[in-house]
T-cell receptor, first 115, second 111 residues
Framework: EADIYQTPRYLVIGTGKKITLECSQT?????MYWYQQDPGMELHLIHY???????EKGDLSSESTVSRIRTEHFPLTLESARPSHTSQYLC??????????????FGQGTRLTVV | KQEVTQIPAALSVPEGENLVLNCSFT??????LQWFRQDPGKGLTSLLL?????REQTSGRLNASLDKSSGRSTLYIAASQPGDSATYLC??????????FGTGTRLTVIP
């Protein structure tokens, strides 16, 4: 079982609110990712990090921001939630080394609904 | 840019059948390929990882193969069960461990 946790699992929030989705892993992984996935659709990479103080934007433009102050923690923040942000957000991690044995592990996801 | 395709998009089989899911990728310069399972509304569970130098990996009733030169992988599920119903995703890892996902195959095993 992967040791990567996301909270909350479900969140319903009003438009304009600021929210932070939490992601923590206890595997000591350097690389962490955030994906966005609409129901029945493919995953889109929105942010990733190579390690502490590293954050990069992914393939899909997103109004969210991330921070990486500690290795184990990679929170995602929406300053002003909108209905278009309604989606499932998945966090993942992997050991950062360019080799063939780097397996990625995913959290259970946060399903966000903005009303 | 790496593109990953999964065929079929959806598959329904009666319980007990053996089945094969397909994954193809356009750039053979990969480090590894992972197969994941996703239940509705949940995260991804890693099933198998095949390193670029390997041809196949097995875990229980699952067997994944990799033909890197032709850009193909298959996931074989033996003696399917209703509990196998889920969406199966393949992902390839390239330099700097970037993951490229396919769109998935939604499997339904009918009791």
């Amino acid at each position: 079982e992967a040791d990567i946790y996301q909270t909350p699992r479900y969140l319903v929030i009003g438009t304009g609110k600021k929210i932070t989705l939490e992601c923590s892993q206890t595997m000591g992984h350097d690389k962490m990712y955030w994906y966005q996935q609409d129901p029945g659709m493919e995953l889109h990479l929105i942010h990733y990090s190579y390690g502490v103080n590293s954050t990069e934007k992914g393939d899909l433009s997103s109004e969210s921001t991330v921070s990486r102050i500690r290795t184990e923690h990679f929170p995602l923040t929406l300053e002003s939630a909108r209905p278009s942000h309604t989606s499932q957000y998945l966090c993942a991690s992997s050991a950062y080394r360019t080799g063939p044995n780097t397996e990625a592990f995913f959290g259970q996801g946060t399903r966000l609904t903005v009303v | 840019k790496q593109e990953v395709t999964q065929i079929p998009a959806a598959l329904s089989v009666p319980e007990g059948e053996n089945l094969v899911l397909n994954c193809s990728f356009t750039d053979s310069a990969i480090y590894n390929l992972q197969w994941f399972r996703q239940d509705p509304g949940k995260g991804l569970t890693s099933l198998l990882l095949i390193q670029s130098s390997q041809r196949e990996q097995t875990s229980g009733r699952l067997n994944a193969s990799l033909d890197k030169s032709s850009g193909r992988s298959t996931l074989y599920i033996a003696a399917s069960q209703p509990g196998d119903s889920a969406t199966y995703l393949c992902a390839v890892s390239t330099g700097a461990n970037n993951l490229f996902f396919g769109t998935g195959t939604r499997l339904t095993v009918i009791p």
